[in-house]
Nanobody
Framework: QVQLVESGGGLVQAGGSLRLSCAASGSIFSISAMGWYRQAPGKQRELVAA???????NYADSVKGRFTISRDNAKNTVYLQMDSLKPEDTAVYFC?????????WGQGTQVTVSS
């Protein structure tokens, strides 16, 4: 079974930066697709960024140019570098791992951007 642990969330002023990390257990990380999702109160959970096992990335239009997803297979870790943060980025951010038609989710980490 896979377990995901997110870290790096917190409170930051608008225009600031945060880097989220998601560490995965197990031996299947390198062949897994990874993604970051976020959910604000009363809102649907939405895809923020994703990265395939081969390193191809895609981003939501709202974060493109500001956020960068990356992975380190040696550390079983995926990162989300968030720059130029805006108050509308405030949400709980979740890490997702997908492999063999299965998916695993982390517990989430709170990101709050103040104006």
């Amino acid at each position: 079974q896979v377990q995901l642990v997110e870290s790096g969330g917190g409170l930051v002023q608008a225009g600031g930066s945060l880097r989220l990390s998601c560490a995965a257990s197990g031996s299947i990380f390198s062949i897994s697709a990874m993604g970051w999702y976020r959910q604000a109160p009363g809102k649907q959970r939405e895809l923020v960024a994703a990265i395939t096992s081969g390193g191809r990335t895609n981003y939501a239009d709202s974060v493109k140019g500001r956020f960068t997803i990356s992975r380190d297979n040696a550390k079983n870790t995926v990162y989300l570098q968030m720059d130029s943060l805006k108050p509308e980025d405030t949400a709980v951010y979740f890490c997702r791992l997908a492999v063999f038609n299965r998916e695993y989710w982390g517990q989430g980490t709170q990101v709050t951007v103040s104006s």
